[in-house]
């Protein structure tokens, strides 16, 4: 089984948190993991049905969150949390529960997010017409060691996007798209089935895994190789930067 982890946007209304989880959302499909994403809108009318915005309220939204990415995460799928999560505290802790997180923050002046107001409702806590507002009348404490920054304010969605799957490459999170540049090899379908039947699913996320596991072992078993040792040293690097090879 693959092995998950949490991406956990956080930042202010309006900043970009859902808008980039949404972009995120496929890259990571293709990339061959499972992803589910949690909304904080959804999670609101679900999970957390009935929680209000007091602080002990936002805290157990908080909670509920990090237990179901936690979930997600243990069982080799992708989490994607976008809830403001105003405090650091609370962040603290799901990063903990989880321990595969990676916490992005979606920096935005808050200045810009009003003159979003994609829900209107800055305009609604500007005019007292509701309370406990992040950014307005409640609290946002900013990350102080987050695994990426986004800049919404000077970056279009496609360069916040890039800055986050290439934090998630570098981290080794995500393998690099079509596996960085080595040749997939055509295997027809029935061939493809019958080596999927076969995988080891412990050992192996998938058959161009175990294909590529293979051609290592082969590798390593051939006594007179038709390459330069150059040549086979960057084979190596190579295969050791996708983490096939110890
Ligand atoms: N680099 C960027 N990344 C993300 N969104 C951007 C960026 N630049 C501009 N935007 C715009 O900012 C808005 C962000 O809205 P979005 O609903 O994603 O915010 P949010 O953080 O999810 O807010 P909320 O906490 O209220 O759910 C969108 O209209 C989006 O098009
Ligand atoms: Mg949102």
Known sequence: MPEGF????TGLPSSGKSTLARLLEPVIQRRGLHVEVFDGDEVRQHLSKGLGFSK????ENIRRIAYVAGLVTRTGG?????????????????????????????????????????????KKALSG????????SDPYEEPENPEVVVETHRESPEESLSKIVRR??????????GFGGLTPVPV??????EIQRRLDRSRFHDVSHYVTHLLVQALDDLQEMPITDQQR???????????YVE
Request: hydrophobic share 35%; proline share 6%; charged share 30%.
């Open 78 to 122: 992708v989490a994607i949390t976008c809830a403001i999560s105003p405090y650091r505290a609370l962040r603290q802790e799901a990063r903990q529960r989880i321990g595969r997180f990676v916490e992005v923050f979606v920096q935005c002046p808050v200045e810009e997010c009003i003159e979003r107001d994609v829900k209107g409702l800055y």
């Open 6 to 9: 949490t991406v956990w946007f």
């Open 56 to 59: 002990e309220d936002r805290d």
């Open 188 to 193: 027809p379908t029935y061939l493809y089935r």
């Open 129 to 136: 017409e509701i309370q406990n507002f992040t950014g307005i």
């Open 233 to 243: 040293q960057q084979i190596l690097g190579r295969l050791k930067e996708l983490g």
């Open 168 to 177: 998630l490459e570098e981290l080794g999170y995500l393998p690099p798209e």
